[in-house]
């Protein structure tokens, strides 16, 4: 049997992937202007946390500029509509992308944003890394806008690459010359030292995952937000990475330097039990 294409909503209609086309004068591809945001699903294709993920998305477009015309309550609707388009009973993926639009000029805005959605299924890390832990790179970078999602991904991109020759499964933004580390590629950093966590501070983008993680880690540990230093990462005892198909996975090696007694913690294996408790709850 032929396999159904994923169906995408584009520009005001729901179409196959292979006919959803942008037009190259689109300033989302012409200069990479736009915003977007990634969400998953679970409980049967529920999205999660999906109005905190709206609510970023607007802010990634206010910060660089671009006014997004259609209210949250609206996007919410075209998401859980696109949702049922592709139902077969498996877990999904939304990205949610909101350019520019297409420019008449090839800088100046568009008449009107180009908004996509696009559901696929989602694919889940093996199990064996969040026993087992990953090794990650670290990768001397300061991101334009962090508090942005915004496309401009070209250092994640080429930091990735390196990471898979590797064989690390993400790369952390480090800041040498001002001695800060920030956040993966595409995830957010916790480490915990002496049973105290800490997330790096503002200067990252706000993870959806990293703010639900935050709020599991205050019941049981003292936990802040601050400016990490590089030290402070090869040194911690424990190390995680958490994002939205992440979740959270353990960290073991960081620049092959081990990290604890190179096993996920006792700490990072309670959280990751709480996080599952609470997804599993279905009270969001
Ligand atoms: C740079 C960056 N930081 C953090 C995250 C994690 O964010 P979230 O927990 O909302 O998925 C991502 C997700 O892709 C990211 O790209």
Not at 99 to 108: A, H, K, L, Q, R
Not at 162 to 191: H, M, P, R
Not at 208 to 227: A, D, G, S, V
């Amino acid at each position: 049997m032929k396999k159904q294409e994923p169906i995408y909503y584009l520009n005001g209609k729901f179409v196959a992937k292979s006919k959803a086309k942008i037009s190259l004068w689109d300033l989302g591809f012409l200069r990479g202007y736009g915003v977007f945001d990634y969400i998953v699903t679970y409980k049967g294709g529920k999205p999660f946390l999906l109005k905190k993920h709206l609510k970023r998305l607007n802010n990634s477009a206010k910060i660089i500029g671009l006014k997004i015309p259609w209210s949250s309550n609206t996007l919410e609707k075209l998401i859980v509509k696109t949702l049922f388009k592709n139902k077969n009973g498996k877990e999904k993926i939304i990205r949610i992308i909101v350019t520019g639009g297409e420019t008449m000029d090839g800088i100046s805005l568009g008449s009107k944003p180009t908004l996509a959605i696009m559901v696929y299924d989602r694919k889940r890390y093996p199990a064996s890394l969040y026993k087992r832990g990953v090794n990650v790179i670290t990768f001397n970078y300061n991101r334009e806008s962090p508090q942005a999602k915004s496309l401009n991904y070209i250092q994640a991109v080429k930091a990735m690459n390196i990471a898979k020759k590797k064989k690390a499964a993400e790369a952390v933004y480090v800041y040498k010359n001002l001695d800060k580390v920030y956040e993966g590629t595409q995830s957010s950093l916790f480490i915990i030292k002496k049973g105290t966590i800490f997330t790096p501070d503002g200067e990252t983008l706000p993870g959806i995952t990293r703010e639900l993680i935050n709020n599991i880690c205050k019941k049981f540990y003292p936990t802040f937000m601050k400016e990490v230093k590089i030290d402070e990462l090869f040194n911690a005892d424990e190390v995680f990475l958490s994002a939205s198909n992440k979740e959270i996975l353990p960290v073991v090696k960081v620049d092959n330097k081990v990290i604890g007694n190179g096993k996920p913690g006792d700490i990072t294996k309670q959280i990751m039990s709480e996080f599952r408790k609470f997804v599993e709850s279905g009270r969001w």
